[in-house]
């Protein structure tokens, strides 16, 4: 009888079970983005040296435990954070240099696309210096991390380019400058105004400004470069 009533009741159950599991992975889903938030938070205001996984908890509204559960060690999390990071920038542009569109157009919507992500996370270039300058060890694992998303940014510039030299569009650039002149430009945007800032005091709305003219002055720098 028992049996013939678990045979009865196993669609419910199953269902039920379903239920809980969905649930359970969408607990585990908002926990994790949780601490990940702050996380990020914690190591672009602080660095990695001077961050606690104890704090990173407290904000996460977790206990110390779950996020050991989740990342097991600060390494982990900041590895994560980080590729976080290299995935929405190489996502920002990356549909664009997929489209058929003309070199120089891509060219201009990378360059853009990069300052405005920038300009969405104007602690991140700080960060990223100051670890590669105080932790040989970060330095080192930056070619496994952003590696994969850089080359292949590189190799679709360099495919194209090629072809726009050939067809007399642009002049001959190697692919590595063009990408080094735009990083370099766009990030020294946001490297220079705190410095800025202490000696001439705060811009306000003249920074935002600034910036809006900077990066106009960026594409037309690059893009000079580029036309024959």
Do not use: W
Not at 9 to 14: A, E, N
Not at 68 to 94: G, I
Not at 123 to 137: G, M, R, S
């Amino acid at each position: 009888m028992l049996l013939i009533k678990i045979i009865l009741y196993l669609p419910q159950l199953t269902k039920l079970l379903n239920k809980c599991v969905i649930m359970k992975e969408k607990e585990d889903i908002n926990t994790e983005q949780a601490i990940m938030e702050a996380a990020e938070k914690e190591f672009l205001d602080k660095g990695y040296t001077l961050t606690k996984t104890t704090e990173i908890a407290r904000i996460a509204g977790v206990n110390h435990a779950m996020l050991h559960y989740y990342f097991r060690t600060k390494d982990n999390l900041f590895e994560k954070v980080f590729q976080k990071k290299v995935a929405l920038l190489a996502n920002s542009f990356m549909p664009k240099i997929e489209e058929e569109l003309p070199f120089i157009e891509k060219v201009e919507y990378i360059i853009k696309a990069h300052f405005d992500f920038l300009a969405s996370n104007p602690k991140l270039p700080f960060f990223v210096l100051n670890e590669f300058l105080t932790n040989k060890e970060r330095l080192d694992k930056f070619p496994i991390i952003a590696g994969p998303a850089i080359r292949s940014i590189l190799e679709k510039l360099n495919a194209e380019m090629k072809v726009a030299i050939k067809n007399k569009e642009i002049c001959a650039v190697d692919p590595v400058h063009l990408l080094l002149d735009i990083v370099s430009l766009n990030v020294f945007a946001f490297l220079a105004h705190p410095i800025i800032e202490r000696v001439a005091g705060s811009f306000g709305k003249e920074y935002h400004s600034l910036l809006t003219d900077k990066r106009v002055e960026n594409v037309e720098i690059i893009l000079r470069r580029l036309r024959p």
